[in-house]
């Protein structure tokens, strides 16, 4: 099963504007950022002085361009919270309008002390305009009193433009001898009614190691087109061939300069059509026999950076090759191409899969003509390679059935035949699933266990008795994988509640 090359034409660029309902919140590959950074005191629970940020970035509906960070793992957009004391006991899971912290990215909230100064708390910028990367670094920081010898280790990221937030838990241990050892990753805006907290990451004692989540505000999409084109001449001006356009929205358009040409329908412009104001100008399409008009966003972009880090230069991440970089979404998450770094959503980062693999000399495992980093089963054994995750730590990477060195996902007699068969006749739904969870057995084997557990292997439920359907009702909303067992044969799905 192939990922199509999908086109999303009706997605905001330049500030993805519109009313962020909320957040949805996804594993991604674990991925460290690094740099030479500015140091930040860390008294114990303090908050820093005002901070400003490289670029504007809105939360919440709300555009800042300041932040506070705190010693004891978030950043708050509150500025009246500059210099002061940070809260530090909690025991309430989010939302709650009593959370101690509001209007917060919450990277990994807990307890900690590092006066002993045996790690930093520090933060920089890292990548190109526009698609630069506000980064803050808690690099070994001990734990509050007799939990000092337990240490966190996590990054909060800020993407411009997108407004995307990233956290990445490099090492964050745990301790309940102090405050329970209460942590908790999410968001929280200012009424503390409307939050949200990676799964299994709410109010509670977990430890995480070399873990990533995304958190994506869920945007209301504008009637905007966006031509995103490698500016050869970095001078900021190109031809865009508008015709592009018109293929893209699969309808007749007409091009204006100005809103006010596109309404008296005078003045038209070319298709091939070069921007006269530098690098960044907004056009005007009008639907033919209609008054309807579409916002054109054009950019002449510097193809030079590689704004995602993936090592795959930008001028090749234009998949379908028609000089729009901002229609190649290969995964259909709402990234470009170019300023993603997991290209096809298989958990593994792009820069991985841009190299030879070790099992052959090539960038395409199974020869199916589509690059593995585009390639969302890199061995062609018909199991997406997010499903080769055997040990449900998000990384495909580190799963190796047969032992020999080579990952299942690209090695497709990591699973016998028989696996697979089975594994194709039975299917769990709905999925996602709110209430229950269905389970559809077409083979003659009987299912003799199932169990559900968490994205860290947790234990979360056992079924004493088999039965065809489960209540999940009782689940906190996240990622789970479920293990049916069938005789000798183990098989394991995923599944999410909501």
């Known amino acids: ?9 009706l997605v905001a660029f330049f500030s993805f504007k519109g009313v962020s309902q909320s957040y949805t919140v996804n594993p991604i590959p674990f991925q460290q950022y690094s740099g030479s950074l500015a140091v930040l005191a860390t008294v114990d ?13 809105e939360f919440y509906e709300e555009t800042y361009n300041q932040v506070v960070i705190s010693t004891n793992g978030y950043i708050d957009f509150r500025a009246s919270s500059a210099g002061l004391g940070s809260p530090w006991s909690f025991n309430q899971t989010i939302p709650n309008v009593n959370f101690p912290v509001k209007n917060s990215i919450l990277g990994a909230f807990h307890d900690m002390n590092n006066s002993n100064a045996q790690g930093s708390i520090t933060y920089g910028v890292s ?24 240490k966190s280790s996590f990054q909060m990221i800020l993407n411009e433009t997108t407004n995307i937030i990233d956290v990445q838990l490099i090492d964050k241990q745990a301790c309940t001898a102090w405050n329970n050892g209460n942590c908790v990753t999410g968001l929280i805006n200012l009424a503390g009614n409307d939050a949200i907290a990676a799964p299994n990451r709410n109010t509670s004692s977990w430890s995480a190691f070399h873990e990533g989540w995304r958190f994506k505000p869920q945007t209301v999409l504008n009637s905007v087109y966006n031509f995103v084109k490698c500016d050869a001449g970095v001078d900021g ?104 770094n997991d290209d096809d959503g298989d958990l593994v980062l792009t820069s991985e899969e841009y190299v030879f693999p070790r099992n052959t000399n090539s960038l395409d495992s199974d020869g199916d003509s589509i690059p593995n980093y585009l390639d969302n089963d890199d061995d062609g054994d018909g199991i997406l390679t997010i499903n080769e995750d055997a040990n449900g730590n998000y ?4 799963d190796d059935a047969d032992g020999d060195g080579i990952p299942n996902f690209l090695e497709n007699s990591a699973l016998s035949n028989q696996d697979f068969a089975l594994k194709n006749n039975i299917s769990i739904f709905p999925n996602p699933a709110s209430n229950i969870l269905n389970i559809e057995n077409k083979t003659n084997e009987q299912i003799t266990a199932i169990s559900i557990y968490s994205v860290k292997g947790d234990l979360i439920k056992e079924l004493k008795s088999v039965s065809n359907s489960i209540s999940v009702s009782e ?15 183990v098989l394991n799905y995923k599944f999410v509640k909501n």
Do not use: W
Request: with cysteine.
């Open 395 to 398: 990384n495909p990477m580190d």
């Open 45 to 57: 629970d303090i908050n820093s002085q005002l901070i400003t940020l490289p670029f504007n970035f």
């Open 237 to 340: 001006f190109e031809e865009f061939n508008l015709a592009v356009v018109q293929n893209d929205l699969n309808a007749g358009l007409d091009f204006y300069a100005t809103q006010a040409d596109a309404d008296s329908m005078t003045n038209p412009l070319p298709l091939n059509f070069t921007n006269t104001t530098a690098y960044i100008q907004t056009i005007y399409g009008r639907i033919l026999g209609t008054t309807a008009t579409i916002n054109v966003n054009l950019a002449a972009l510097s193809c030079e950076f590689d704004y995602d880090f993936d090592g795959v230069p930008t001028a090749n991440e234009d998949v379908n090759q028609d000089t729009n970089l901002a229609n190649d979404d290969t995964d259909a998450d709402g990234l470009y191409n170019f300023a993603d």
């Open 475 to 489: 689940l906190q909303n996240g990622v789970y994988f479920v293990k049916i067992e069938m005789n000798k044969n």
């Open 1 to 9: 099963m192939k990922q199509k090359y999908i086109l999303l034409a």
């Open 127 to 150: 990548g190109n305009a526009p698609y630069r990367k506000f980064v803050v670094f808690y690099n070994n920081n001990s734990h509050f009193g007799s939990c000092s010898t337990s």
